[in-house]
């Protein structure tokens, strides 16, 4: 199997790490800013592509690591020439790009993975199994964090371009609309506040969302673009019988979190740390290829990317108007990979 990534930035050297825990090939990578795959290509092997044409031509998986706003086309150019894909969250910049790539992957019998990567992080599986062991009962409210700094990228900040990220919802928060969903079922309306409407001039952008289900569960989210420093996340779970709690400072009782200094060197692009050997994206990456190589079942599906971007639009659209957004079902049937294709 061999696989050509599309973007090397912080994302595409992850998925190739992952990649190289597989028995797949890095066959290379393509990137529009000078250097930054020939960089990728000396770390991880593989050759450097001058175009997305001569990439796809020559994989059998595309995976997908570009800014958001690209996902679409490089996507149906991987489906128009018969290749798998992997793509990162958010699947699409809107809903209707997403509806026309699962249609065009379904049509050509291609499978199309969506990294929503909390799906495999351990502890928001382990209580994921244990809600559906029954453990807390009936799901009623679920409160979910995820904050960390504003990205930031010497060049081309595409993080910080409402129109190609979706800010901060779209961003970073899709991972917690998309684990809500998983845990408590469809959701039905979304309301929220982020002070990215509310004070256009600021420099960085938090949210509160609230996410009212079918199954009359409750969903906070907050998410952050303006914490100090660090990548924090949380999580409690209330049921009619009980309560499943997580806080990523538990593991670092005492921290001193301050606000870094223009000259200071930061990542990109802040990553959540674990304390486990393997990182989590790897082992997302690992639950790909066996997906890819004897049809494994695999915990999300395209469908459930798609309804993570439509849950993110939907806050979004609330933001800006100051309503509660209602959020009709998709009208696609859901497809969980090794299933017969519709």
Known sequence: MRVGIVGAGVMGGIHAAGWLATPAQVA??????EGRAQDRAARFGGQVYDSLT??????????VCTPTDVHYEIVMAAIAAGKHVVCEKPLARSVEQGLEMIAASR???????????????????????AVDRGVIGKPAVLRLARCVSQPRKATDNWFVDFRRSGGVVLDLMVHDFDYARWVAGEVTTAYAKTLGVARPEAAVDHALA????????????????????GFYTAFELAGSDGLLVFDSERSSPVRFLRHRRPEETVPEVPLPAHPLLESQYTTEIKAFYATLDHDAALRVSATDGLAAVQIALAVIESAQTGRAIRIEPLPIGDLRLGEALA
């Open 54 to 63: 001569a990439l796809v031509r020559d994989v059998d998986v595309v995976d």
């Open 28 to 33: 290379g990578f393509r990137d529009i800013v």
């Open 210 to 229: 609230i996410l009212t289900h079918a199954s009359g569960a409750i969903t906070h989210v907050e998410g952050s673009w303006a914490f100090p420093s």
């Open 107 to 129: 049509a050509a019998g291609i499978k199309l993975l969506v990294g929503q990567v909390v799906r495999f992080f351990p502890e928001y599986a382990a209580a994921k199994a």
